[in-house]
């Protein structure tokens, strides 16, 4: 089984030594920086069998080696194992970096340009010795990978902005045309297909979990070019419908392979054209093809503005939001209804079946059309992994007693979703009902939290974690991370994190609050609502913001230990039950309402 | 009474006249950029009559201002009325910094270079215009200044490590000469009092409020060369007992002012030397002048690596320092103690008289060298102003009601005290029960938080000020600063700020705890204890710190609301209060100790 790795990593060498390579590295990601690559770009997965969402190899004549940060080492080990691959840590003390171990152990670096980012690739060209060379070798597994899989085209649709809320294409358009003028550029480049769906109002299936369409945007002040893939082999009318939309408003539709043309264009221009990119989203392959047609004073890099402006939720986004996510706590509760009561009934379930009832119960919402991510559905130990992948076959059995734990979201027209709850199935050791506890009160004490205007996530990020700090336990990831409207379910640019991030956060922002303990063998708790930062008013002593909790789906209260809980946090605790029961019960099953009832009285 | 400034500023216009300078800009700081600078630096006050402590004065053909932070703005209007010169509110939105000031406003600038920073000269060279300049014009004012103060020269007395804790001078010189190796330096040149004073376990009183000698230190392999004004006129027995221990540890004591030939000293070097200054603090002439003796690659340019050294107490200090703290907690209970009797016996005590008694009860602890800054002794309006500056003349006297608040600290031989109390006076309105029960939970919660290691204090600052935020409340300073060891109040690198710092908290820091609020024309309260932070020790989490509360003196209960403090910060302060009692009731005299007890039980 794993043979097959040693041979495609074996023939990778071959192809190195004809070349002259000293390494390959091959990145995790997509020729548009994306978190889940389609199937075309699972290249470490293809060579090592690797399936985690974070990690790059690098291959050189006597070594194979994958980075990886915490969340993937149990997995990376087990799935490595016989591939002659090994474990390179990334975010631990002592790390060696790609490019730091790079400059040790190569001169030629090989990499696919389309899967490498500009950025990455300055950062391989600084750690190189001074003879030392990036090649950019697109597709060079293309002659070894058997029936690769082809570019995704899935069909395109158009976002009814009168019903589901945002702003017309046209209007982010002048947005966008007038940023340029005031940064005296000529043209911008996007390829982050979150930032393009969402400049042109458009959502397609091409990325599993993320509703986004491959391609590339290029706006100047008299045109707006999409390049995209039209799928010729399968006439699709309603992808036909759309183009025609997008034409009707002034966009013009061209081939997705176009845009390397269209950059190197200056028909028509009297003067030296300014371009803007973003290097740490943009390919290699096509920076290099702008670094050729541009003297470097045109080539203008920054971080992109639409990052921030999609970041900010509008009004009607906010009013479509709310009603998202009482759909989608409906869902939720009549889910771990049905949980609690199979369990109970003595059928044993295992995390795979619930995974699936959850996605059933959600696809019956209006406006669902897909997760947001991979349902994580894990019993007992199986939560200790922050990332656990449910398996198909021989996932655990869900008991009477102890944690589960469930992580998802969904994708609907009104928004995005994601939620962790931490279900208590039935007697919870000391030790669990502990570290329940505490998590859910950093979990309420950030949701309480009052800030003035100005204030970042980084400022916040301490009062979540403090009541487990002061118990000494503590949580490897961040406490927040953005979340898109019926787009991916992680954006930027802000978070709540231990790590510094300069952006405050803004009214309209939604983040994840997500505090969380992990212990390896026993158990994982993570409570996880989103909220969205609004205005506070203002007072003598400035303007304030504080955060609503949008999701509605009740936190069970059986594993609570009340006096570590603490007064306050039991009040918002009792008042966010009573009001998830009070906005829910209407719109469920009389049963699950009954139950729900019982479950939010304390 | 104000012509007088008028005068002079007209006098300063002539010399601009003269000498072809378009703008004048005078510091607030000495040739060492010292928070606190003695008399003869005290240029801004001369020219306008503003005492504040931080303020910088702008002279142009027709105009005058002085640019200074909402601390100073209500003294600025009422110092600078009648003078000609106008405030320029720093730190507020939309506030134009002095060199963007200029950069409209002229084109020669003309600054004293013995009191600017390297640092200040090269922000002001960006401002201005391409053919602007700035002129270097050491002691301008010394012909129209009378009687302008003569440089400082005071006793130099040698600290006894042995009794007094920290390190050998001899070893301190050995690391910072192993630092030297390992950055490549073969000078490192040093001119920070507080930094200079560290190194060399000395101490003087050229300073008001920081015990310090005005000198330079220049370090290399093979000599120390110690550059200070010798106090030609007077001989001090104990200045030379001083030198003579300096030079038995390899010293050599240089006058004060052949540093420059010092630099430039090259005798004996076989290769190109390369110094190391931090430009943050070197005044300009002194920088000008390695320019000119040394090629640009030769000036290493960083943060003095002193500073950090010196922010990490020794073991020997930290055991010196916690028996400071109890003597420096005698002396403020037996003030609080003779203050409440007195007001309760309806004499009319001052702000005045009260500030004084407290230093005459604090220079009773034995090794007590002085006041560590200017005492506030501040009653209900008064201490609404956060830098209050308690009046000779015509001070408030303290009613038997109503908030009075008074910050101080003393230098000992032991250590440096910081410690704010906001007492009731008797009764209070519902609005300073409540401002004094928030300010003090976010003391208490800054106090009772753990964290691991690598945490800054940016991060911790919301915990402070977060009770304060529900209520949409907020104060305008830092939560915290560090504090030296008999040396400046004020010291970083570490502070514990809205504003980020990347300075991680680090076990031996010494940090201040001092959340607060200001309400114009009503009160002011704050609460603050001086914390070490400390090991607490290691779990399957990781390593972590916390905060040792060094301040001892009781904190009123009369005002707390206990339902708004909360049970777990309740808790906190009684067991505070009842350590406070416990410790320094066997060192106070009977009917204090008695009076304390009744204070502690609560």
């Known amino acids: 089984m794993k043979q097959v790795y040693v041979d495609r990593i074996a023939q990778v060498r071959q192809m190195m030594e004809q070349n002259g390579w000293d ?92 899967c490498q980012s500009a950025g990455a690739k300055m950062e391989f060209s ?17 002659s070894l990978w058997e029936d690769r899989p082809q570019y995704p085209v899935t069909p395109i649709t158009t976002l009814d902005v009168e019903c589901f809320g945002g702003i017309q294409r046209t209007e982010k358009v002048a947005w966008l045309r007038k940023w340029m003028l005031l940064q005296g550029v000529d043209r911008v480049l996007l390829s982050s297909l979150d930032e393009i769906a969402w400049m042109l109002n458009v959502r397609g299936n091409d990325i599993e979990y993320n509703p986004l369409v491959i391609s590339y945007l290029l706006v100047s002040q008299d045109s707006v070019k999409w390049f995209v893939r039209k799928g010729t082999t399968d006439y699709d009318p309603e992808t036909e419908d759309s183009f025609s939309e997008l034409v ?5 539709i061209e081939e997705y392979d176009d845009v390397v043309y269209a950059l190197k264009d200056f028909s028509g221009e009297t003067a030296a054209v300014r371009i ?77 079946e619930a995974s ?32 656990y992948s449910t398996p198909h076959e021989g996932s655990a059995v869900i008991r009477p007693y102890g944690l589960y734990l469930v992580d998802s979201g969904g994708q609907y027209l009104g928004g995005t979703t994601d939620i962790t709850r931490t279900v208590p199935m039935g007697d919870c050791t000391y030790i669990e009902k502990e570290d329940y506890t505490l998590v859910l009160k950093g979990m309420i004490d950030l949701s309480m939290s009052v800030f003035p205007k100005g204030t970042t996530g980084h400022q916040l990020d301490a009062l979540a974690r403090m009541p487990l700090w002061k118990a000494k336990r503590n949580f490897g990831h961040g406490t927040g991370h953005g979340v898109g409207y019926y787009l991916c379910v992680h954006e930027g640019p802000q978070s ?35 909220v969205l930062c609004r205005e506070a008013g203002v007072s003598d002593f400035g303007e304030w913001l504080e955060f609503e909790t949008l999701t509605l789906c009740h936190i069970d209260t059986s594993a609570v230990i009340p006096e570590l809980l603490g007064p306050e946090a039991m009040q918002w605790l009792k008042e966010y039950n009573s009001r998830v029961y009070e906005t829910l019960a209407p719109l469920l099953p009389e049963d699950v309402a009954q139950w729900l009832r019982e479950k939010t009285i304390s």
């Open 356 to 387: 699936e009832k959850l996605t059933e119960f959600r696809s019956q919402v209006p406006g669902y059309r897909g997760n947001s991510f991979e349902n994580i559905s894990a019993y007992g130990p199986s939560g200790a992994l922050p990332h």
């Open 496 to 530: 709540i994190r231990f790590q510094p991030n300069p952006q405050p956060l803004l009214p309209g922002m939604v983040t994840s609050n997500e505090p969380a303990i992990y212990r390896e063998g026993m158990h994982g708790i993570r409570h996880e609502n989103i």
């Open 248 to 252: 009707a408003d002034g966009v013009e």
């Open 23 to 114: 390494a390959v590295v091959v990145g995790g990601s997509d020729p548009h920086s994306s978190e889940y690559p389609a199937p075309r770009w699972q290249q470490v997965k293809w060579l090592s069998g690797f399936t985690g969402e974070a990690g790059d190899l690098v291959i050189t004549r006597d070594h194979a080696g994958l980075w990886t940060d915490s969340r993937y080492f149990i997995q990376a080990l087990d799935q490595l194992e016989g591939t002659g691959v090994e474990l390179h840590k990334t975010r631990v003390p002592g790390a060696v970096s790609i490019p730091q171990w790079l400059c040790d152990n190569a001169r030629v670096v090989a990499v696919d340009g389309l």
């Open 126 to 142: 600084e750690a190189l010795p001074e003879d030392g060379e990036v090649v950019d070798a697109p597709d060079m597994f293309d």
């Open 276 to 352: 803007f990119i973003d290097p740490s989203t943009l390919n290699l392959h096509i920076y290099d093809s702008i670094r050729e047609a541009y003297p470097d004073d045109c080539i203008i890099m920054g971080t992109s503005p639409v990052i921030l402006e999609k970041a900010v939720k509008t009004e009607s986004e906010i009013v479509n939001l709310r009603q998202t996510y009482i759909e989608d706590g409906v869902a939720m509760e009549c889910f771990l209804h049905w949980l609690e009561k199979e369990v109970a009934s003595g059928r044993e379930v295992t995390e795979w």
